[in-house]
C-alpha cells in the first residue's frame, strides 16, 4: 500500500490537536450547515476563500473550479457538478450571496489567452475554457497592443462577469435574485498584494475594498 503522504499526515494531526475546536464541530455536526455565502473560486492554491476571508467551518460554501467558471443553465448530458452545487445551495441551504471570486495570475485564463492548452492533446480543459470564447475575442478586440499581463487581467475581469451572467440562466436563481432573497457578487483578487476589489455591475469596473 502507497504510504499517505507524511506532510498531510503531519499537518492533519496539528489541526486536530492545535486548531481543532470541538464546540464549533460537534455543534456543526448536531445542527448541520446553513452558511449564507457562496463563494465560486478557482482551484489555484494561492487563493483559498476560507483563508482570504478569514472563515471559520460552516461560514462558506466553496466550490472551486478551473478559472472559477459557471456554465450556462443546460440540462443535457448527466453529470452536471457546478450546476448541482448551485442547486444546494439556493434551493436547500438558501444562500444570501452567491461571489464569484476569480484573481491574477490565473493558469486557466492564460491558458484560454494563449491558446496553450489548445495546442496540448488534454481533453478536458480545452472544452471548459472554450466558455470564454466569446469574452477572449472581445478582450483581444479591445485590448490591441496592450501588454500580456493586462489582456489577462482584462480576461480575468471578463470571466468573472460571463460567469454572473450565465448565473443568471438559472431559472430558479434569476426568480431569487429578481425578488431580493439572493444577491449576486463578483471579485477579484490580486494574489501578490493580497488586494481584494468588488466587481460594481453598474459600471462594469472593479474597485478595491
Ligand atoms: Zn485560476
Redesign the pocket.
Known amino acids: 500500500m502507497t504510504p499517505f503522504p507524511q506532510p498531510l499526515t503531519d499537518r492533519y494531526r496539528r489541526f486536530k490537536h492545535r486548531h481543532f475546536d470541538a464546540n464549533i464541530y460537534e455543534e456543526l455536526a448536531t445542527y448541520g450547515q446553513s452558511p449564507d455565502v457562496m463563494v465560486v473560486s478557482?482551484?489555484?492554491s494561492r487563493?483559498d476563500p476560507e483563508t482570504i476571508f478569514s472563515a471559520m467551518p460552516g461560514e462558506l460554501f466553496v466550490m472551486r473550479n478551473?478559472?472559477?467558471l459557471i456554465p450556462p443553465y443546460e440540462t443535457s448530458g448527466t453529470y452536471h457538478g457546478v450546476s448541482a452545487a448551485i442547486e444546494f445551495a439556493v434551493l436547500n441551504l438558501r444562500i444570501k450571496h452567491l461571489l464569484i471570486m476569480g484573481?491574477s495570475g490565473?493558469?486557466?485564463?492564460k491558458a484560454a489567452l494563449d491558446r496553450e492548452v489548445r495546442e496540448t492533446e488534454g481533453q478536458f480543459i480545452t472544452k471548459w475554457m472554450a466558455m470564454l470564447e466569446t469574452a477572449r475575442l472581445s478582450v483581444l478586440a479591445s485590448h490591441q497592443g496592450a501588454s500580456r499581463k493586462d489582456m489577462a487581467m482584462a480576461l480575468e475581469h471578463e470571466g468573472i462577469k460571463t460567469s454572473l451572467k450565465n448565473l443568471r440562466t438559472f431559472p430558479f436563481l434569476a426568480e431569487r435574485e429578481n425578488n431580493g432573497r439572493l444577491a449576486l457578487h463578483g471579485a477579484y483578487f490580486d494574489i501578490g498584494t493580497g488586494n481584494l476589489s468588488v466587481l460594481n455591475e453598474s459600471t462594469g469596473e472593479f474597485y478595491a475594498l
Open positions: 478557482c482551484c489555484d487563493v478551473v478559472a472559477n484573481h490565473c493558469g486557466g485564463v
